[in-house]
């Protein structure tokens, strides 16, 4: 959370880490537990689809990577055996001009996510996205990946127009319940409009990198 490379280099987790419960809680929780858990409403999932990132589990059979996409297979269900534990999260370190950025909507401050989105992108010499990753927060049984909304963006030249699509897109990836967090179509809307500023928050990182 203090670390000068993780704000650097990951802006995004660095926006998950401080959007996670409060100090307390995040000075005994670790990342390892949040992703081990496979609850949806946490939100290091998320960024970690964003990331792309994958998983070493070991156990009496030794080791195995996991890709982020085959972790989270059911509601509260990881890949992991009984047998095993997660010992490492692999995350590729970003090419040039890459920025990401994690947005929650949460009832109160330390609350789980009523949705949240992370974004983590790329951009080529001439301005196109390139590599693009998007997950999502609690809307739906399962952290997920917004697959169209990174498939309308990868190789484009990101403008108004597609951005908000992008954002729609999210929306229609997710599978959210009415819950005392707020009904599903609320939840929608809270994902369009936070993907746009997710999507256009990793752009202006991204130009600003090096
Ligand atoms: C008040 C409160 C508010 C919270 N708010 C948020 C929030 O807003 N966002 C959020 O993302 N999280 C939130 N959390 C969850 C918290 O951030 C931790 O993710 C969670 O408590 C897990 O903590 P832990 O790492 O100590 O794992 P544990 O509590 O020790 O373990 C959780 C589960 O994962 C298993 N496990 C843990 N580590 C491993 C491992 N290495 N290999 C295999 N299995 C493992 C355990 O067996 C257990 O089943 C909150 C928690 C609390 C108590």
């Known amino acids: 959370e203090e670390s000068e490379l993780i704000s650097k280099k990951y802006p995004l987790l660095l926006d998950t880490v401080k959007m996670i419960a409060d100090p307390q809680v995040r000075?005994?929780?670790?990342?390892g537990g949040?992703?081990?858990?496979?609850?949806p409403a946490n939100d290091h999932p998320a960024t970690m689809i964003a990331l792309r990132a994958s998983v070493i589990a070991e156990g009496p059979k030794g080791t195995r990577e996991i890709?982020?996409?085959?972790?989270f297979p059911d509601f509260f269900t990881t890949a992991l055996e009984t047998n095993e534990i997660l010992t490492?999260?692999?995350i590729s370190s970003p090419p040039p001009k890459s920025g990401g950025a994690y947005l929650?909507?949460?009832r109160?401050?330390?609350?789980?996510?009523?949705?949240?989105?992370?974004?983590?992108?790329?951009?080529n010499t001439a301005g196109s996205i390139e590599q693009i990753g998007i997950g999502l927060t609690n809307v739906g049984p399962t952290p997920i990946r917004a697959t169209s909304a990174e498939n309308i963006l990868r190789g484009k030249s990101?403008?108004?127009d597609l951005i908000k699509e992008a954002g729609l897109l999210a929306a229609g990836d997710s599978d959210p319940s009415d819950d005392l967090?707020?009904?599903?179509?609320?939840?929608k809307d809270l994902l369009c409009e936070l993907t746009q500023r997710a999507i256009r928050i990793s752009i202006e990182r991204s130009e600003r990198s090096g």
């Open 108 to 123: 109160k401050v330390g609350d789980y996510a009523a949705a949240a989105v992370a974004c983590q992108l790329n951009l």
């Open 27 to 31: 000075n005994l929780a670790t990342v």
């Open 158 to 160: 990101p403008s108004d």
């Open 104 to 106: 929650k909507i949460e």
């Open 34 to 39: 949040n992703l081990a858990h496979g609850d």
């Open 181 to 187: 967090r707020g009904g599903a179509e609320y939840k």
């Open 67 to 71: 890709g982020i996409d085959d972790f």
């Open 88 to 90: 490492e999260i692999r």
